[in-house]
């Protein structure tokens, strides 16, 4: 897809959508002529988010409003800062949470010989779990795997998993930034449900809103 073309889906400039893709929220197949093509299905779960107020949370906050909602600490967060985003919380919708997190970690589609060995599983590879699939009312499917790897071990996971980057690949992989606070050491159910409800599929992406919802609602009433 062209630079034009993603910019018309996304109601955006060129100029942003070079942003974007240097981020890391767009990928890029290849670069001609210094004009960057891109992958469709990463402008169109983009263009799925809507856009919202402010700008997204950085890593470290996305990270520990995560974990807040799935009852877990966030010790890496200031007081300051961690009072702030309890009350952006309880005024949220789950479609503002979505846009805020997007920069939680730079995702790449790969493909390689291995099994998910090594990253730590979200998304449809979290459905294999018993206690997530049905808590999404989702089946574990089979093809394709989905999860998250620290910065410092991406090198060598995907080393030993044999992949490489492909969009057309079978399997996304979520790389956690340093700074991020989060340790990549426990499955957050939000996490989960934020990587669902991007999901291009439309049971996948409902079922992960409705967790969204769910947990927000519980956060209120906590």
Known sequence: ???????????????????????GELTVTRTVGGAL????????RLAKQGRHNGRPWAARTAWAAL??????????????????LRHRLRAGRASELCWMTRRRATVHRMRGWGKDTGLLHSGVSALRDPVVSERFN??????????????????????ALGLVDDVDGDMTVRVVPDDAGYTVDRVLTAAVAVDLAGSLDTRESAAGMRVLGDLLDDFRSA
């Open 1 to 23: 897809m062209t630079t034009v073309v993603s910019a018309g889906v996304l109601g955006v400039s060129a100029r942003q959508i070079a942003r974007l893709a240097r981020a």
């Open 138 to 159: 989702l089946t574990a499917v089979n093809n394709g795997s989905d999860g998250y790897v620290h910065v410092r071990n991406f090198a060598s996971v995907t080393a």
């Open 67 to 84: 974990a807040l909602l799935s009852g877990e600490r966030a010790d890496w967060l200031e007081a300051s800062a961690m009072s702030r």
């Open 37 to 44: 093509l891109l992958d469709g299905a990463s402008v169109h």
